[in-house]
């Protein structure tokens, strides 16, 4: 385990510290002009908002359908990195929306599907923190909801009347935004990775802590 | 060991070649994506339109001109703040759990 996660942790740093200078160097887009580079640090916290509601998902429902205590201490520490990454989405958003809409927020599809989606990781981690004992199981079932609703707030700018840029956008990148984007996402996944391992690692100590006092009562 | 300074060094490279390529370009705008909006700064939002006439004194002033700059440096600020006091409370956390772990295993070989 350490073997690799020193090397992650020196990747993270690189990966980290070296985007906001390649961000610098990309190419100023000709209607949005310099505050369309929000969209680099904007659309792969979102991605990763997405990948952790996921995870969390899963890892609940093996919990839920096979009592799994490992993997319910994944889904806490995916579930709070799902409020994590959907912060700065729902703060970074705004801040580009304010320039490029002349609004800072507007209730269409995707704006408020992915605040609902991060209300529903806020209020998972709340059950998990004052819900009592069995509470476990009633957040685990909210992180299945939550889980399921990732499709709709993906897939919300292509079927509804919406300001967001489409999911297309990505794709359609031209060559110098594209590298810049894809080392970001690089940066931010690998940020990811650590950060998930560090929080299940708190709740592994955690686990251990329950069960010497126990141990230690008994 | 070697695989790990390879992973290092690989990494390193990475922004490196891409800062390169992007130099190499050729200078100018990028073609702006169809679906974003037309004008920056100005609202393309379809609003209610007032259901009464407001009269004002003078002219209305000219939509603003929002600079971009503190906008940009106010998101990227967010997400290494954010992500800071991230790190930071998980390690406050982890001292906390690890001085509780060692107080409880010497309490119970004590025991």
């Excluded at chain 1, 909210?142 to 489409?166: D, E, Q």
Aim: aromatic content about 10%.
């Amino acid at each position: 385990m350490s073997r690799v996660f020193v090397p992650l942790v020196l990747a993270g740093m690189l990966l980290f510290a070296a985007a906001p200078l390649v961000v610098a160097t990309a190419p100023v887009e000709q209607t949005m002009g310099l505050v369309q580079k929000i969209f680099y640090y904007h659309v792969p916290s979102a991605m990763l908002m997405f990948v952790s509601a996921f995870v969390c998902g899963i890892a609940s429902a093996a919990y839920l359908f096979r009592r799994s205590a490992a993997a319910d201490r994944v889904a806490v520490a995916a579930g709070e990195l799902v409020v994590l990454f959907g912060l700065i989405v729902l703060v970074t958003g705004p801040l580009w929306a304010r320039k490029a809409w002349g609004v800072w927020w507007e209730w269409d599809a995707r704006l408020t599907s992915s605040l609902l989606l991060w209300m529903i990781f806020v209020a998972y981690l709340l059950v998990r923190r004052f819900g009592g004992p069995g509470s476990e199981k009633l957040a685990g079932a909210m992180a299945l909801f939550g889980m399921a609703n990732v499709p709709f707030v993906y897939v919300s700018v292509n079927y509804w009347r919406t300001l967001h840029p489409k999911t297309s956008v990505v794709m359609t990148l031209a060559p110098g935004m594209r590298a810049t984007f894809w080392l970001c996402v690089a940066a931010f996944a690998t940020v990811y990775v650590l950060l998930l391992t560090l929080r299940k690692r708190l709740e592994d100590r955690q686990a251990e802590v329950e069960q010497l006092y126990l141990a230690v009562e008994d | 060991m070697k695989r790990t300074v390879l992973l290092i060094v690989l990494v390193a490279l990475l922004p490196c070649a891409i800062l390169a390529a992007q130099q190499a370009a050729p200078a100018g705008t990028v073609p702006a994506d169809p679906t974003a909006p037309t004008t920056a700064g100005q609202p393309t939002t379809t609003r209610e339109l007032p259901q009464d006439f407001v009269p004002v004194n003078a002219m209305p002033r000219q939509p603003e001109q929002l600079p971009a700059a503190p906008l940009l440096v106010g998101a990227y600020a967010f997400v290494w703040v954010a992500l800071l006091v991230y790190v930071w409370l998980l390690w406050t956390r982890m001292t906390k759990l690890e001085r509780e772990l060692a107080d409880l295993r010497r309490r119970a070989q004590t025991q």
